[in-house]
Every structure is written in structure tokens, then in C-alpha cells.
């Protein structure tokens, strides 16, 4: 960005987070919960299957057995399936209030000479918009 900053000096430059889906929130939030409630039974030798009159599954008996493994392994996959669900992937670059790039709509992100490109010709078409008169009705 300090490219962009030094060739258009007056540009100001804002990010912001772009809205998630409402149901991505409320998976985050579940898994959040689930993460440390699951890593409180582990920790505390509770099986929760008992509860439901079910036999446990043999990974819960190695999580009791492996704790400090079993309660890593709980935090990293939730984690990453927490920030799975709360990423949009989007950068997308208005330019006066005007759509100039998406990477929702292409895929990927610009390489800085296509970013310099775009933002060149976007000014340029600005420009001369500026400069054609405006007539009254």
C-alpha cells in the first residue's frame, strides 16, 4: 500500500470487514462453545456418551487416555473451522464509491501493477469526466 500512498498522495486508503452470512456467525459461536466444553469434559474424565446411554467411540477413550493431545487437537481443528466459517475471502477496492476490483467476483487478488493499472486508469477516466461540461436542462 505504501506504493499506492507515494503515486496518488491524496487517496485515502480504508479497510474494513465485509459482512458474513449470518449462519457463518452462529457456527462460529456453536464451535467456540463446543471447543471448551469438549476440552472441559476431556480434562475433568467425563463421558458424555454415558449420559446418553451410549457406549463411548474409541477415539473419546484415546482422548482420555492422550489428554494433553486430545484437548490440542480439540483447540486446532475448532479453531481452523472457526476461521473457515468467519473468512469471506473478499478484498474488494471502491474507488469514489465505485466498484474497481473484487476478489468475490475474480478469484484472486491483484498484483500491484495491476492495482497501479486499474487505480491509473480509473483517475484518468475521472479526470476526464471532470472535464466534460455539464449542461443544464
Known amino acids: 500500500m505504501r506504493v499506492i500512498s507515494l503515486r496518488y498522495p491524496d487517496i485515502r486508503i480504508k479497510g474494513e470487514n465485509y459482512l458474513l452470512q449470518p449462519i457463518y456467525r452462529h457456527i462460529a459461536s456453536f464451535l467456540s462453545a463446543f471447543k471448551l466444553v469438549l476440552i472441559g469434559l476431556i480434562i475433568v474424565d467425563k463421558d458424555p456418551f454415558a449420559f446418553f446411554g451410549m457406549q463411548a467411540p474409541s477415539i473419546w477413550q ?6 494433553v493431545y486430545a484437548c490440542m487437537m480439540v483447540f486446532l481443528l475448532c479453531n481452523m473451522t472457526e476461521n473457515q466459517c468467519m473468512s469471506t475471502g473478499a478484498f474488494e477496492i471502491t ?12 478469484g484472486h487478488l491483484p498484483s500491484m501493477q495491476q492495482l497501479v493499472q486499474i487505480l491509473d486508469n ?9 472535464s466534460i461540461p455539464h449542461h443544464r436542462s
Open 62 to 67: 484415546w482422548g482420555q487416555e492422550n489428554k
Open 122 to 130: 480509473e483517475m484518468k477516466l475521472n479526470v476526464h469526466m471532470d
Open 95 to 106: 474507488l469514489n464509491h465505485v466498484p474497481v476490483w473484487s476478489k468475490l467476483e475474480s
